[in-house]
C-alpha cells in the first residue's frame, strides 16, 4: 500500500491495488473500462502502465476529482457519468470499443462515507439521502419514511442480513409516527435505543448498508453489468469484481461459476450437455482477499473480495 497512488490524497484509497494491477495486467495495447471510478486510483494504475481508460461513475464530484487528478494522461483518459450497468446502452458515447480489461470496484467510497453531507454514515449528521449520484431519485428517507413495514422488513432481512430487523423496524415505525427523520444521526439514534450496543460495530450497520443498497438499486444494478461483461469486453478481456459483502460477492461467484461450467448434468439426463451459456474461463477460481499489511494501512479493506473471469473466443466454445 506504501506505493498506492492514492495515499495521501485524501479522497479515496483503492483496495487491492497490487492484486488488481497484476490480473488486469494494463499495458500500452490495452483499453480498459474502469466502471467505478471513485477516486480514479486502479485508473491511475492502468494509466501509468500505458492502457487506455474509460472511467465510468454516477457521481458527478468523483467524475470532477478523477479528471483533474488524471488530467495528465490527456486522451488516453475519458469519463462517462452513468450507472456501469447501463454502458452497453450507451456505446456511442464513448465509441462502443471492446475492452481488454473490465473492472467493477463495488460498494460506496470513502469520499462518500466520510462525507456527512451524503448521508451515507452514522458518523456525522447529514441528511437521509444516500444516492451516489444525482439520477437516483429515490431517497433514504423516502425509504424510511414512507416504505412500509412489510418492505422495510424484506431489505434489512435480505439486504442488510440484520437478524433484528423486526425490532428495528417496528422502532422506526413507532418513532416516524411521531415526526418523520430527517438525518443520519436520528435514524442511528432510534436504532441504537431499540438494538443497544454491544462491542465496537454500531447496530445501524447492517440497517445503514441495506438502506443504501435499496436506494440504489446495487443488486439490480450488478446482476445487469455482469450481463453486460460478455458484451463489452473481447475474447481474452478479463472481469475484475471487488465485493465488499456476502450479498454481492454471492452474486459474483454464482455468475462466474454458471458461466464458465462446460458441463451440465441433470440426474434426469442421459448424460451431461454442454453449458449454452459458458463464456467465460476463470484463471482463479478462488476469491482473492487484501494481505494482513493492507488491512493494517487500510481497515476498510478488510471485508473486500476480488474474483477474475477471462471471456472465451466464441469460436473456441464448442456447440
Not at 195 to 213: D, L, W
Not at 241 to 259: A, G, P, Y
Request: glycine share 8%; charged share 30%.
Amino acid at each position: 500500500m506504501s506505493a498506492d497512488p492514492e495515499k495521501g490524497s485524501g479522497y479515496h484509497v483503492s483496495v487491492l491495488p497490487r492484486e488488481t494491477d497484476e490480473w488486469m495486467g494494463a499495458d500500452e495495447s490495452k483499453f480498459i473500462i474502469d466502471g467505478t471510478l471513485g477516486g480514479g486510483g486502479h485508473s491511475e494504475a492502468f494509466l501509468k502502465a500505458g492502457a487506455r481508460v474509460l472511467g465510468v461513475d454516477r457521481d458527478p464530484e468523483a467524475l470532477a476529482h478523477a479528471s483533474q487528478r488524471l488530467s495528465m494522461y490527456g486522451d488516453r483518459f475519458r469519463t462517462w457519468q452513468g450507472n456501469f450497468a447501463d454502458l452497453g446502452d450507451h456505446r456511442e458515447t464513448w465509441g462502443g470499443e471492446l475492452a481488454d480489461g473490465l473492472l467493477l470496484d463495488l460498494g460506496v467510497s470513502s469520499r462518500q462515507l466520510d462525507a456527512a453531507e451524503r448521508g451515507f454514515s452514522f458518523r456525522g449528521e447529514g441528511p437521509l439521502d444516500m444516492r451516489m449520484g444525482p439520477a437516483t431519485e429515490l431517497t433514504a428517507a423516502e425509504v424510511v419514511n414512507e416504505w412500509s413495514e412489510e418492505d422495510l422488513l424484506k431489505i434489512l432481512w435480505e439486504y442488510g442480513e440484520e437478524p433484528k430487523a423486526r425490532r428495528i423496524v417496528a422502532a422506526i415505525i413507532k418513532r416516524r409516527a411521531e415526526r418523520p427523520f430527517t438525518t443520519t444521526t436520528e435514524l442511528a439514534a432510534c436504532i441504537e435505543k431499540a438494538v443497544p450496543r454491544f462491542g465496537r460495530t454500531h447496530p445501524g450497520t447492517k440497517t445503514f448498508q441495506a438502506i443504501r443498497i435499496a436506494v440504489n438499486d446495487e443488486l439490480g444494478s450488478l446482476e445487469r453489468a455482469l450481463e453486460a461483461s460478455v458484451h463489452l469486453l473481447k475474447p481474452g478481456g478479463r472481469l475484475l469484481v471487488i465485493t465488499f459483502h456476502s450479498l454481492e460477492d454471492r452474486m459474483v461467484k454464482r455468475f462466474m461459476q454458471d458461466r464458465s461450467k462446460v458441463w451440465l448434468d441433470q440426474p434426469d439426463w442421459p448424460e451431461p450437455r454442454p453449458n449454452p451459456r459458458r463464456a467465460f474461463r476463470l484463471p482463479q477460481r478462488k476469491a482473492i482477499a487484501p494481505s494482513d499489511q493492507e488491512i493494517r494501512v487500510n481497515p476498510r479493506a478488510r471485508s473486500a473480495k476480488l474474483r477474475v473471469a477471462e471471456l472465451l473466443d466464441p469460436a473456441q466454445i464448442p456447440s
